[in-house]
């Protein structure tokens, strides 16, 4: 049905045939409320009623489901417990020891396009946001393992790719997809497995995830559980935003220039100038304090390369009682869904909302604070994104190593300009690839 396989449409396509701030339809003996409007998003956000966990369980089933690594997920205790082992792993002092090899990381494998030419940005800057994500949650061993780092991330794209209605409404059919999943999900399991016990016998323990969360006591499966839902919560979005924020950037050189800037300035006051390093080695001199507290420019752009690239539909649902959502009644047992292009293509928050304008957000406008939660990009309300500081930091890299190592510019297969600026598909929740002919980016590298 059009919920799973083009859910943006879905959506747009039914709201467009009424006139309040919610409707409802069913998939199998579930009933889903989708919400729009001011006092909804309110509720949806805010009210206790709603479930985060719940809201995912079943209609979303990309996720690994072995059931000796996945019961723990599976619980609001076991969001938290995620959360605080990200809070464990993504303190500055840690990231400060994790940023020379995510550089290392990058640099190994742009150096592999060699010094010019052309390659599809949805797969090779989705290549490294895999590569730091496996780096930043695991160990050393696995983060330079290729071959295993391949099966790795095959694994976990025949795992996204897998949630068809079938395997998740009829789970108890042996589908293409299930076994599909199974056996991409056993993958991922053995293959994790294998590296947590080398960790757990090597001589001299690390400063890596895994040795981290050895130390704490952590067993196994939790350790692999977590790994799992940090893989599986950040490659999506981080690629995804990466993706468009160089997209944007080559489409728009006013701001390509800006952030070009004010990237060499950061370079200029934090790292020696005189050095004969290459780059990604003077990046990774650059304090995190800085990476996250001194780049407004690229904050803006990327705050609205969200805004306007991602699709995502929320979901709760609600687990007490029978409960109002702008005067309508939703029954206990019932989810919700919440579309952000509600939010952020609202044009009572923000002016001329398709284009891309990232100085909306600057003192005078704030066009994001014209109403609660008319920005709703990293979470919101009961559950911001607990991996918003990390996720900005990979995405930063990566444009800092890029902007300032290559040139580049936006061409379709022929080697030329798009006729018109590439657009998201907004049906396409694995990577929001633009809309027709598929694009390429064009690069010399300039800086070692």
């Given at each position: ?6 859910r943006?449409?879905f959506?747009?396509?039914n ?11 069913r998939v ?15 509720t ?71 010094k ?11 290549d ?54 199974a ?13 947590v ?17 050895l ?40 701001w ?8 060499d ?26 990476w ?22 929320l979901?709760?649902?609600?687990v007490?009682?029978?409960?109002e959502?702008?005067?309508h ?24 909302p ?26 919101a ?68």
């Open positions: 049905m059009g919920f799973f396989s083009k943006f449409d959506l747009r396509g709201f467009n045939k009424i006139t309040g701030s919610l409707f409802r339809f199998l003996q579930y009933s889903i409320v989708a919400i729009r409007g001011d006092e909804a998003r309110k949806f956000f805010d009210d206790k009623n709603l479930n985060f966990t719940e809201g995912y369980k079943i209609l979303v089933g990309a996720s690994p489901d072995l059931k000796d690594i996945s019961e723990d997920l599976k619980t609001e205790k076991g969001v938290t417990d995620i959360n605080k082992r990200l809070a464990l792993l993504l303190n500055r002092n840690r990231l400060s020891d994790v940023l020379p090899n995510l550089m290392e990381d990058m640099n190994k494998r742009m150096l592999a396009w060699g010019e030419g052309r390659f599809d940005p949805f797969r090779n800057i989705y490294l946001v895999f590569q730091m994500t496996v780096r930043m949650a695991t160990c050393d061993e696995l983060a330079t393992n290729y071959d295993d780092m391949l099966l790795l991330q095959k694994c976990y794209w025949d795992l996204e790719k897998s949630a068809t209605p079938t395997a998740l409404l009829l789970p108890w059919i042996p589908s293409p997809a299930k076994k599909k999943k056996a991409a999900t056993m993958g991922l399991y053995t293959t994790l497995k294998s590296y016990d080398k960790r757990r016998e090597a001589h001299t323990p690390s400063s890596d995830a895994i040795d981290v969360l130390a704490k006591g952590d067993e196994e499966k939790e350790i692999i559980g977590f790994v799992l839902a940090v893989i599986f919560a950040g490659v999506i979005n981080t690629g995804m935003i990466s993706c468009w924020a160089l997209m944007y950037l080559a489409s728009n050189p006013e390509r220039v800006k952030v070009k800037a004010e990237i300035e950061l370079i200029s006051k934090h790292t020696d100038t005189t050095s004969s390093e290459p780059l990604h080695k003077r990046l990774s001199a650059i304090p995190i304090a800085v996250e507290d001194e780049m407004p420019i690229v904050d803006v752009v990327i705050r609205e390369t969200i805004r306007i690239t991602q699709s995502a539909t979901l709760r649902r609600n007490i009682d029978d409960m959502i702008d005067g009644k939703v029954a206990k047992g019932e989810f919700i869904a919440y579309s952000t292009r509600d939010s952020h293509m609202n044009t009572d928050f923000y002016e001329n398709e284009m891309f304008d990232p100085d909306r957000y600057r003192p005078g406008r704030e066009e994001d604070k014209k109403s609660t939660f008319a920005y709703v990009g990293w979470g309300g009961r559950h911001p994104c607990t991996g918003m500081k990390v996720a900005k930091l990979e995405i930063k890299a990566i444009l800092a190593l890029f902007l300032a190592g290559y040139d580049y510019t936006v061409v379709d297969s022929s080697g030329n300009y798009p006729k018109s600026l590439p657009k998201p598909n907004y049906n396409d929740i694995h990577s929001a690839r633009p809309i027709g002919e598929q694009c390429f980016f064009q690069f010399e590298r300039k800086l070692e």
